[in-house]
């Protein structure tokens, strides 16, 4: 998952993607947006796009990733997939 995850630095809201075995954090920048929480807005964003992601953080700014153990690579791939498309069309 190491190319996935670097893929995601590209995004300028994207502050730091953490995590350990199967739980991994994107940390979203808030600042960068005009809304005051639009973590919850991906989050959204993500689950109309067939993803589903918890919250997490302190100030509810990171986009929990809790795939089950049993998860097939071609599922990794397709949750990134729909991540990328996701925060392309953010940034656009």
């Known amino acids: 998952m190491t190319y996935?995850?670097?893929?995601l630095k590209k995004f300028k809201f994207?502050?730091?993607i953490r995590g350990i075995?199967?739980?991994w954090g994107i940390e979203i920048n808030n600042n960068y947006f005009s809304k005051k929480d639009f973590t919850n807005t991906i989050?959204?964003?993500l689950l109309k796009n067939?993803?589903?992601?918890?919250?997490?953080?302190?100030d509810s700014n990171v986009i929990g990733l809790v795939p089950?153990?049993?998860?097939?690579?071609?599922s990794i791939k397709s949750a990134f997939q729909i991540i990328n498309?996701?925060?392309n069309e953010i940034e656009n």
């Open 21 to 23: 075995g199967f739980m």
């Open 50 to 58: 067939r993803l589903i992601t918890w919250e997490s953080g302190f």
């Open 43 to 45: 989050r959204s964003k």
């Open 14 to 16: 994207v502050r730091e």
């Open 85 to 87: 498309k996701t925060f």
């Open 68 to 74: 089950p153990i049993t998860i097939s690579i071609l």
């Open 4 to 7: 996935e995850t670097n893929n």
